[in-house]
């Protein structure tokens, strides 16, 4: 395992980034870098003696839905902010010790992602979730600011760049310039909705129950926001709920398009109104340079094709649009004497 002196203190130690998400927590070790990305979610026992976590991460989240009675998978982070506290701390802990391999070494330093419309106390929550985790300093980065550094983009020159964030649970729209976010917009929007508006879809049509993971893969599978993005169709098991019994649908991406088709408008509209409160000199600096579409949203097909048509300018979605967060989060954390001015209070 390779590490990093820290000088001030005179030990070897493994400083992470880690961006924490309402559907995946990712993490980065100073020096190696991304060791880890697994859903944001905790299998907990509950019983007369409180609660006890069985699982983390991957194994969790296989129990989505298919836990027995006194078993709950839950997910700590909701719209992009901390849901149940005691829960999210046990699963940085659980994540900083597996990067750590469970080894005793100095407390690290954590950089940790933050959506940007959350209140003093929200942050605060991070900070001190990550603290019992085991940090010994957090540093804030905003999202947008940090899926921006992720790109590459010329974050501190004095030419604005346009970052759309999409999520599982929130939206982040924000104008950079100068090292800092000129204008942000964060609508509780993303991925997670549309996941939500696939079952009701499939409950009302067909009248059949399926759970979030068969929705979330009905989506990245034939889901779209444009027409014609892509053609298909899945089957699907689920329950009848009149019958009870077990039974077979085929549900075809078009179907998928329109029953999403709320929650992509309100992404839609969030950046329009983003567009339109941009001050004019940045404006045409965005005109020139676009949007930079990240997070596992930008996965969705045609949302590109989407913005391009309905703003008329040039969009790109960064590579591995999961991981800009963190790989920018890693990036400030590298080099923290210049990046630390991005970080927030
Ligand atoms: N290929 C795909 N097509 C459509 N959506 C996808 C695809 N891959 C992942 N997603 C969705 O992206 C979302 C997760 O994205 P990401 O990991 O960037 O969010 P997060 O950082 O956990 O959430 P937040 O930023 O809201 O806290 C999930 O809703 C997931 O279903």
């Known amino acids: 395992m390779s590490k990093v002196f820290d000088k001030a203190l005179g030990y070897f130690s493994n400083d992470l980034a880690i961006d924490l998400g309402t559907a995946n927590t990712l993490v980065y070790v100073k020096g190696k870098g991304i060791m880890l990305d697994e859903p944001s979610v905790v299998a907990v026992k509950e019983d007369s003696r409180g609660k006890k976590v069985l699982a983390v991460g991957h194994e969790a989240k296989k129990m989505l839905g298919r836990t027995p009675g006194n078993i709950v998978a839950i997910r700590p982070m909701k719209d992009g902010v901390i849901a149940d506290f005691e829960i999210t701390e046990a699963m940085l802990r659980h994540f900083i010790s597996k990067v750590h391999n469970s080894r005793r070494l100095v407390r690290p330093r954590i950089i940790i992602c933050v959506p940007t419309g959350i209140t003093q106390v929200e942050k605060r929550a991070v900070k001190e979730s990550a603290q019992s985790a085991g940090a010994r300093e957090v540093y804030l980065i905003e ?107 085929t549900i075809t991406s078009e179907e998928v398009r329109k029953a999403i088709a709320e929650q992509v408008d309100a992404i839609l509209q969030g950046v329009r109104i983003a567009l339109e409160q941009t001050p004019p000199e940045l404006a045409a600096d965005i005109v020139d340079r676009g949007i930079v579409i990240t997070g596992g949203g930008a996965l969705l097909h045609g949302l590109d094709q989407l913005l391009r048509e309905e703003t008329r300018l040039p969009i790109t979605v960064v590579d591995e649009p999961l991981k800009a967060v963190v790989r920018g989060s890693g990036i400030a954390l590298d080099d923290l004497d210049t990046y630390r001015e991005v970080c927030v209070d």
């Open 143 to 249: 999202e947008p600011m940090a899926a921006a550094i992720g790109a590459g983009l010329p974050i501190t020159e004095p030419t604005s760049n346009m970052v759309v964030d999409i999520g599982g649970g929130t939206t982040e729209v924000a104008v950079i310039s100068l090292a800092g976010i000129v204008y942000s917009k964060s609508v509780r929007v993303g991925g997670d909705k549309m996941d939500e508006a696939i079952m009701q879809y499939v409950k009302r049509k067909y009248n059949m129950l399926i759970g979030e993971s068969t929705a979330e893969i009905v989506k990245k599978t034939i889901g779209s926001a444009f027409p014609n993005a892509i053609d298909g169709s899945m089957d699907l098991k689920g329950r009848d709920l009149v019958t009870g019994i077990p039974q077979n649908i």
